[in-house]
């Protein structure tokens, strides 16, 4: 028998994100210090409170309003181009799992790869550009390859893995994309903030479902 993924899912998801990125807020301010603006773990911080705050406020009862509620939330408060990106990726995979009350695997991977098409289609970013899309493409695929037994915890573990691994190697990369590109070559040799607030993320999302 095959568990599926309910409210209590995403709104542990989002809780556990929301700690994530009070716990790395200076890490993340300080990968995007040499190219960025200095700001993504402060406006990952802000809007993941506001998300929070907005969630106890509505008490959404179904996964995909619940992930919508918190596209909108970030759309508004959170500053650069973390707002719209992650609004955009939590907007898709709310649209993709529409009002359904429980979750399997085949639409966890259909989610996930909506809020990756989602942030593809918003920031023009490819794999390899050295941005956020470089952690979303490897969780898509390793998501998608661990969803044969229908084990939701294994689609997002897997996942997760796959985004934390693309975040490292960001590193060595040269930005083509972003604030990050105007530094050209001196773009290498640091990892990409957005990567690794979204494999944070994705490890959030894999923590709530155990």
């Given at each position: 028998m095959t568990v599926g993924l309910d409210i209590k899912w995403a709104l542990r998801w989002i809780a556990l994100s929301a700690e994530a990125m009070a716990e790395h807020r200076?890490?993340?301010?300080?990968?995007?210090?040499?190219?960025?603006?200095s700001d993504h773990g402060e406006n990952m911080d802000r809007?993941?409170?506001?998300?929070?705050e907005k969630i106890a406020e509505?008490?959404?009862e179904k996964p995909g309003p619940a992930?919508?509620?918190?596209?909108?939330?970030?759309?508004?408060?959170?500053?650069?181009?973390?707002?719209?990106?992650?609004?955009?990726?939590?907007l898709r995979?709310?649209?993709?799992?529409?009002?359904e009350p429980e979750i399997d695997a085949a639409a966890l991977v259909t989610?996930?790869?909506?809020?990756?098409?989602?942030?593809?289609?918003?920031?023009?970013?490819e794999p390899g550009d050295k941005t956020m899309v470089d952690a979303w493409t490897p969780a898509v695929d390793a998501a998608a390859a661990a969803a044969g037994d229908g084990d939701v915890r294994k689609v997002l573990?897997?996942?997760a893995e796959a985004a934390e691994h693309g975040a490292v190697a960001t590193e060595p990369m040269i930005a083509r994309k972003g604030r990050a590109s105007y530094?050209?070559?001196?773009s290498a040799g640091h990892r990409d903030p957005g990567a690794q607030s979204s494999a944070y993320i994705l490890r959030a999302a894999a923590e709530a479902a155990k």
């Open positions: 200076v890490e993340l301010i300080e990968l995007d210090r040499p190219i960025g603006d809007g993941f409170k506001a998300v929070t509505v008490l959404p992930l919508k509620l918190a596209a909108m939330t970030l759309i508004s408060k959170v500053g650069g181009a973390a707002g719209p990106l992650y609004g955009t990726a939590f995979a709310a649209a993709a799992l529409g009002d989610a996930l790869q909506a809020a990756r098409d989602g942030i593809v289609a918003r920031g023009k970013a573990d897997a996942a530094l050209g070559e001196r």
